[in-house]
């Protein structure tokens, strides 16, 4: 059994940065691949982006130039750090990790764009 809890959002004005963290109840090192996603009002979620264990990483289209994934696999902690953000990016963000054939999720955490 894994647990995923996500901390870090909040409320931002566009053009602003927030980093998010995904803190693992196990040693994030034995995990591969760890994900971002987002779920915005009245939309599917959808997939932001992917850190492996060998530090590769992708990105949305959307997001690409803009957020930056992380892990610290010391801390067992996952990172999003978010730069110029824009309304379109408010939505609920929650990790992910596929580990030993079970899907973890956490709870998420609340990203708002406003001025």
């Known amino acids: 059994q894994v647990q995923l809890v996500e901390s870090g959002g909040g409320l931002v004005q566009p053009g602003g940065s927030l980093r998010l963290s995904c803190a693992a109840s196990?040693?994030?090192?034995?995990?591969?691949?760890m994900y971002w996603y987002r779920q915005a009002p009245g939309k599917q979620r959808e997939w932001v982006a992917s850190?492996?264990?060998?530090?590769?990483?992708n990105y949305a289209n959307s997001v690409k130039g803009r957020f930056t994934i992380s892990r610290d696999n010391a801390k067992n902690t996952l990172y999003l750090q978010m730069n110029s953000l824009k309304p379109e990016d408010t939505a609920v963000y929650y990790c992910?990790?596929?580990?030993?054939?079970?899907?973890?999720w956490g709870q998420g955490t609340q990203v708002t764009v406003d001025p």
């Open positions: 992910n990790a596929f580990h030993h054939g079970t899907n973890y």
């Open positions: 196990i040693s994030i090192s034995s995990i591969n691949a």
């Open positions: 850190v492996f264990s060998g530090v590769s990483s």
